[in-house]
């Protein structure tokens, strides 16, 4: 008798994963002899199916085998992932180990699974009204704001790689020109605009009237979040004074 030993392989996005998002996660695999008899947790062989259980970061090891030849397939058991599509076409679903007494281990069946990330897009919109009107004044044409995008789930900030970090990155939307982000992965975001460059001279920012915060957004696989960002101001006035003095003959009259 001897070992048979199953690996598993995690690939997102073509490389090999570090997500956290598989850490410890249970994939099923089937074990059959030659006699296409199922390998039971007992170590003796049954007509119904056997789960047993690999991680990327456990490999399975059943010792005490009889020699012989076995396939090992994996089952869609626990293949799914949140926010991942699963690469059906692409990967190793099944191998065959030979178990022999000439060595203590065979080579191990190695099962590869490949997923991608989900992804959308996130459009952030920006309008200024003046006085409560929306403006066409020209002095503000172009002008830049500043917004951050963060995962809602993680606290981690949006960058412009489309890494995420703790450290806030400040994204530009203008007026007259919609801020665009494709290939975001899908989640729960928050949208926020930050007071850089919000002032404008001889206006003032009315924060309670105006929308600065797009809250728990979410963005869907191979769909847009539109995000709209409203700015109100007023005009800054104050009072102007004219008086009036008569002089005749040199006195004030």
Known sequence: KASLRVTKEVYVDGAITTDTTFTGKAFKVTIQNSANEYLQADKTFGTTAHEWTVSKDAELVITDLPTGSYTVTETETGRSVTKYTFADSDGTFSGVAVV?????????????????????????????????????????????????????????????????????????????????????????????????????????FDSENSTTVAADQILAKGATLEAGMINKYTRDKASLRVTKEVYVDGAIT
């Open 100 to 204: 022999s007494t000439t060595t203590s281990e065979c080579e191990p069946v190695n099962l590869v699974n490949k997923y991608t990330r989900d992804k959308g897009t996130i459009e952030v919109t920006k309008e200024i009204y003046l006085d409560g009107e929306i403006t066409t004044d020209t002095m503000l044409a172009g002008k830049e704001f500043k917004v951050t995008i963060k995962d809602t789930a993680t606290n981690l900030y949006l960058q412009s790689d489309k890494s995420f970090s703790s450290t806030a990155y400040e994204w530009t939307v203008k007026k007259n020109a919609k801020l665009t982000i494709a290939d975001v992965p899908t989640g729960t975001y928050t949208i926020t605009e930050t007071a850089n460059g919000r002032s404008i001279d001889l206006y003032t």
